[in-house]
């Protein structure tokens, strides 16, 4: 099988393919979404919520996001997969940056690292795509952030938050990212700055312009049934047919129908 790599999604975006995307925390996921034909596996820090039920993003750790992307890397043949610099692994400074990102590409053979943030994080994003690993960059709703902006709700809907984000798109592009992923910010902006970018965007809640679309995958195969925003399509309700799986197991066991003799040695 060919491999997936950053080039590939260059060219896809020259030739208007649209790029798949979607998170995966394990070996079992990611060798599904793999072989179904996944371009890009994200280990996101979403794994703090959805692997480990914090409400945001900022507890997880770099050894944390190193086992997710370690166990997902077993399962990826054919994907890029990409891991998440969770927070506090880059902020302090670049030196900081750059070990952690060295850190996740020696210890889990993941393939990129993908970092939050416009022209506050340049440097680092400069040193690590130096040091030769491939980094895509997130604008828009950083989750990293949720403590600065107060609310999840859409951004750069006001004129000054989205020349800002047209400049760092940019910026982030000049200094060599390879793809740049826009959270939740009005379709029109999303269109604006996929059009002006010569590297592709991936889009979640950002509309149908952006050259990818990425969503977690615990939303979208209907794992969560609280979180229901707007952007989100379901493609399973498996909440509802996991609880009717364990129940019916209950009463078979309760019932002694399970196991049977021909289940049994
Ligand atoms: O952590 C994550 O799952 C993400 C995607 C939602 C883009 O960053
Ligand atoms: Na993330």
Redesign the pocket.
Known sequence: VKRITTHTLQKMKQQGEKIS?L?AYDYSFARIFDAAGMDVI?????????MAGHET?LPITLDHMIYHASSVIRGANRCLVVV?LPFGSYQSNSDIALASAIRIMKETGAHAI?I?GGEEILDSVRRIISAGVPVMA?LGLT?QSIYKFGTYSVRAREEAEAEKLKKDALLLQEAGCFAV?L?KIPATLAKEVSESLTIPT?G?GAGPHCDGQ???MHDMLGINTEFKPRFLRKYLNLHEQITQAAQQYIKDVRSNDFPSMAESY
């Open positions: 995307m998170t994200l280990v996101g820090d979403s794994a703090s919520n959805v993003t998440d993908k939050e997130h989750p992923v959270e991936i979640i990425v969503l977690v």
